[in-house]
């Protein structure tokens, strides 16, 4: 099971097992900050063009997945210095509906960056870090719908990480 590490602010990780969300909620709240957003992606039951699903299997490259949450804790600390803790866990394998897939947390002195960076967070996440869903819905299996190549985190173009940065 995942479990808050003993030092440092960010708290990063894949497992197989359901994700500590409440766990992650209460690790990032510090006395420092007044706001603290949490993230989670659960499985629902349909897709794009997919009534009907029943579970999704997620498959990652694992020995690439700790390195690029890393840099994305590392990209949204520079662009919100006062980024108290930071908070991104994935599942793996076979997840029924409504199981939770996805927690990303941040917290800050204040809302909006709360907010701001727990998005970059989670979309970061979903574009530079090689985890990939395959469904399963009531007309077959197949890998999920509108997946995306994996890009590096600060990559440029349309709906790439550097998009996601801090409004003004």
């Not at 706001?35 to 997620?58: I, K, N, P, S």
């Not at 090689?130 to 299996?141: A, D, H, L, T, Y």
Request: hydrophobic fraction near 40%.
């Amino acid at each position: 099971m995942l479990v808050p590490p003993e030092r440092g602010n960010d708290w990063l990780g894949l497992d197989s097992r359901p994700l500590p969300v409440e766990a992650a909620l209460a690790w990032a709240q510090l006395p420092s900050c007044g706001a603290a957003v949490c993230f989670t992606g659960t499985v629902r039951d349909h897709a794009e063009g997919r009534r009907g699903v029943e579970w999704l299997e997620y498959e990652a490259y694992a020995e690439q997945v700790q390195p690029r949450l890393e840099a994305i804790a590392a990209d949204a600390r520079s662009r919100w210095p006062d980024i108290g803790r930071l908070v991104l866990l994935h599942r793996s394998g076979r997840l029924l509906l409504s199981e939770v897939a996805v927690v990303a947390v941040v917290s800050t002195p204040h809302r909006d960056d709360a907010f701001a960076g727990a998005r970059f967070a989670i979309d970061a996440l979903k574009h530079t870090v090689p985890i990939w869903k395959r469904e399963s819905w009531e007309g077959g299996q197949s890998w999920g719908t509108g997946a995306q190549p994996i890009s590096g985190v600060g990559a440029t173009g349309r709906g790439s990480c550097s998009q996601a940065g801090r409004e003004q």
